[in-house]
């Protein structure tokens, strides 16, 4: 039973900032999604536990429940509202990798180009978040126009190829590609009248969005 407002009788909050906790200072890449489908993998080895409940019916409370524990450790650390809600968007990352963001974006936000990194970025996740495409969607390189959009997925392939060590090393991939990002958009209308080109367009936004999504979702953040 989540609890709501003070009442906690089962001491929930504390056990699940406790495996947050734990987690953390193991420095394992585990998730909210993860500990989720370790409950999952669990109901269905002994589903007498489960009678009265049903996971699957519970993911998005649950994970949701684990991740606001994350929050309150960063405040705790005084890390300002916006870079948390940022950092803590997407439940399909880490816990250490939700501390690493808010650190990284910390570190950097006095940064001369940390402006204009961030809106290159929001810029491309806003029009992703516009994509409605099929689950077998496949970029189709013969319907580019210009230079730009090949540049772009050039850059976006060498991403997916790459293993990153750590969460600095994916802004300063962000950071790199704010100058291709301006570019593609001062070339590229995305959203054009022919619906081929569109969602191959927005499909290509949508892989980099997949990629800056491992820092956390940058359009909750302020750089006003």
């Known amino acids: 039973m989540i609890p709501t407002g003070s009442n906690d009788p089962y001491a929930l909050r504390r056990q699940a900032a406790g495996i947050a906790r734990i987690v953390m200072d193991q420095n394992w890449s585990l998730s909210a999604v993860q500990l989720f ?30 991740v606001e524990r994350i929050k309150k450790m960063l405040e705790v650390q005084h890390y300002n509202f916006d870079v948390i809600e940022t950092v803590t968007a997407k439940t399909t990352n880490g816990f250490k990798e939700m501390l690493e963001a808010a650190r990284v974006l910390k570190v950097h936000s006095n940064d001369k180009d940390f402006k204009d990194t961030v809106e290159a970025t929001t810029r491309v996740l806003r029009l992703a978040k516009k994509a409605d495409l099929a689950a077998d969607v496949q970029l189709k390189p013969e319907l580019f126009e210009n230079d730009a959009e090949k540049v772009f997925a050039d850059r976006v392939a060498e991403m997916e190829e790459k293993n990153f060590n750590n969460v600095e090393e994916i802004f300063q991939v962000l950071r790199g590609m704010r100058v291709v990002i301006n570019n593609y958009f001062d070339e590229t209308m995305v959203m054009a009248k022919d619906a081929d080109i569109r969602n191959n367009r927005l499909y290509q936004l949508s892989l980099y969005a997949s990629f800056a999504y491992k820092l956390g979702d940058l359009t909750k953040l302020n750089v006003k």
């Open 37 to 66: 489908n370790v409950v999952e993998k669990n109901a269905a080895a002994n589903p007498e536990l489960y009678r009265k409940i049903s996971p699957a019916d519970t993911e998005a409370e649950v994970t949701t429940f684990i």
